[in-house]
């Protein structure tokens, strides 16, 4: 496994909350909105996040806004993301984590170049599982 790292959700504020942290801490940040990753979001939402990466040395914090209606409660919305060696590791370390867990999006080929799925495991905690594809010639 390369890393396990808290993954923030905001309701519209991903940008202003990863900026000001950025600002607190000395950290380099890196922000792609819904726009920029070619999304079809609905007419409004074009700027919100889908991705936001903040690091400092090896220190990592994530963020992204939620997807219009999707429910959020401010305060209650930490994900764990796990960063994957391989794509062996991905499946069978999601298939063990979905026992019990509410699957929110299957282990699938995204837009970034990797194998993405997410859940809320049996206790109420999000997790996120990515591994980055190889790339292809």
Known sequence: MKAINPYLNFDGKAREAMTFYAGCLGAEL???????AGMDAAPGTE????HARLSRGDAVLMASDTQPGMPYTQGNTVFVSVECDSLDE?????????????????????FWGARFGMLTDRYGVGWMFNYTLPKTA
Do not use: C, Y
């Not at 499946?91 to 699938?108: I, P």
């Open 30 to 36: 890196s922000v792609q909105s819904f726009s920029d």
């Open 90 to 110: 991905i499946e069978r370390v999601f298939k063990a984590f979905s026992d019990g867990a509410q699957v929110l999006m299957e282990l699938q080929d995204t």
């Open 47 to 50: 700027d919100r996040t889908i």
